[in-house]
């Protein structure tokens, strides 16, 4: 079955540290990978997005994640957190089946960023 | 380009009244989609349209109707509304490329009492 784990419910970190909201998959074949991120009372933003190519993708905001096959995962990371990061983070795989390439979404990562 | 547009922001119906919800894209966009958000259940896909004339079921079709007559619309249809659709409806479109990202509208809170 075609499915995404975000594994955190709620991710807090320090303004100025390092953060990781972590995203593993399960798809058929090689995966399309997405991050969006939701401010409150917004609709989703597109973040980054791996297709083919480099491992490690880079993004809006200062934002990269790491696509590692072996271990069918995602993660986002920023290197410096910052209070206006603190949103909803949410990722998804293009289902492949049947060429209708509907996202699937895993149930969000609320991050917490605090002063 | 607006991008992704829907109408209206906020509703409130009752239990057995109809509504639709409109979507409109300006990106000439294939492929539209409407889901909905629900606490602790991330994004859930209603319905589908691959292009004018065409749609299909998604995870969570039952008591919702599409229709897709051209390109830029796509309106989703509540025929009686309950309790159990109370939930925040986003509408996203992208072009016929798999590769390519889908961009979403800013959604519609729905309440049905």
């Known amino acids: 079955a075609q499915s995404v784990a975000q594994p955190e419910d709620q991710v807090n970190v320090a303004e100025g540290n390092p953060l990781t909201v972590k995203c593993t998959y399960s798809v058929s074949g090689n995966p399309y990978l997405f991050w969006y991120v939701q401010y409150p009372n917004r609709g989703l933003q597109f973040l980054l997005k791996?297709?083919?190519?480099?491992?490690l993708v880079k993004g809006s905001y200062g934002f990269e994640a790491e696509f590692n096959k072996s271990q069918t995962s995602f993660h986002l990371k920023k290197p410096s957190a910052l209070v206006s990061d603190s949103a909803l983070y949410f990722c998804?795989?293009?289902?492949?089946?049947?060429?209708?390439?509907?996202?699937?979404f895993g149930q969000g990562t609320t991050l917490q960023v605090k002063p | 380009n607006a991008g992704v547009t829907q109408t209206p922001k906020f509703q409130v119906l009752k239990t057995g009244q109809s509504m639709t919800l409109q979507c409109a894209q300006d990106m000439n966009h294939e492929y539209m989609s409407w889901y909905r958000q629900d606490p602790g259940m991330g994004l859930r896909l209603i319905h589908y349209?691959?292009?004018?004339?065409?749609?299909d079921q998604g995870e969570v079709p039952n008591g919702y109707n599409v229709s897709r007559s051209t390109t830029e619309d796509f309106p989703l249809r509540l025929l009686s509304a309950a309790p159990s659709q109370t939930s925040v409806y986003f509408c996203a479109s992208r072009s016929g490329q798999l590769r390519d990202t889908q961009y979403f509208g800013p959604g519609t809170r729905l309440t049905v009492l």
């Open positions: 791996y297709i083919t190519g480099d491992n």
């Open positions: 349209s691959v292009g004018a004339g065409i749609t």
């Open positions: 998804a795989v293009r289902d492949m089946r049947r060429n209708t390439g509907k996202l699937i």
